[in-house]
């Protein structure tokens, strides 16, 4: 395993560490928690970088590479539905969105034809870090700032965390929806393929004959 490939499967490791951080009950723990986020963060810039210019891009990059980036914000996203700061819903849009595009990426590839990351999925991944960023720097307020200089002002700031948090989960909910139906659109010529038989297609076992 090269060092970018390395690199990108630590994001799997990073993500273990973010759960048990939110969740243990360590001093700091939130703290923690963000630096681990953003040293991730770190690592995705990277690891592509050196893929790129230095070791070249390898199969098990490719394939590791948008996992370990869906696991890492699927942990935060889930722990903050435990931690009652984002409603399941939200969660759910999002992550099936992900499930969706993947789904069509691979039925994409069984036709030759690879999709591009467009302008809005950068939006709504730009988002869903968004989200990810405001609420593990909130708890940092929460838990390991205003109860050791200024407990009394935590009664007043855990409301106002909350709605913060809910109105960036549904921007970022409404912004993943729409990515997706643009993904959709601009490939419903899939759909319907995939929608046909294999003789209809020639995309099965007599197509390949």
Not at 10 to 33: E, H, K, T, Y
């Given at each position: ?182 993904y959709v659109h601009r490939h419903r010529d899939l759909l319907r393929a995939g929608d046909s038989g294999p003789g209809d297609s020639g995309c099965g076992p007599a197509?390949?004959?």
């Amino acid at each position: 395993m090269n060092l970018p490939n390395a690199l990108t499967a630590s994001r799997l490791v990073l993500a273990g560490v973010l759960i048990a951080l939110l969740f243990s009950g360590v001093p700091f723990g939130a703290s923690f928690a963000l630096a681990v986020f953003a040293v991730a963060a770190v690592t995705d810039a990277l690891d592509g970088r050196l893929a790129r210019r230095v070791y070249g891009v390898t199969a098990l990059g490719a394939l590791i590479d948008p996992l370990a980036d869906k696991v890492l914000v699927s942990a935060a996203l889930v722990s903050f539905v435990q931690l009652q700061l984002l409603p399941a819903w939200i969660v759910v849009v999002i992550l099936a969105r992900e499930f969706f595009v993947t789904g069509l990426r691979v039925l994409a590839a069984g036709h030759g034809r690879s999709i591009a990351a467009g302008a809005w999925g950068k939006h709504k991944t730009a988002w869903q870090l968004v989200v990810i960023v405001t609420l593990l720097a909130g708890l940092v307020v929460q838990r390991d700032v205003l109860p050791r200089v200024a407990p009394e002002r935590l009664v007043a700031f855990t409301p106002w965390f909350e709605a913060v948090a809910f109105v960036v989960g549904v921007a970022a909910a409404l912004i993943t929806v729409a990515s997706g139906g643009i993904y959709v659109h601009r490939h419903r010529d899939l759909l319907r393929a995939g929608d046909s038989g294999p003789g209809d297609s020639g995309c099965g076992p007599a197509g390949a004959r």
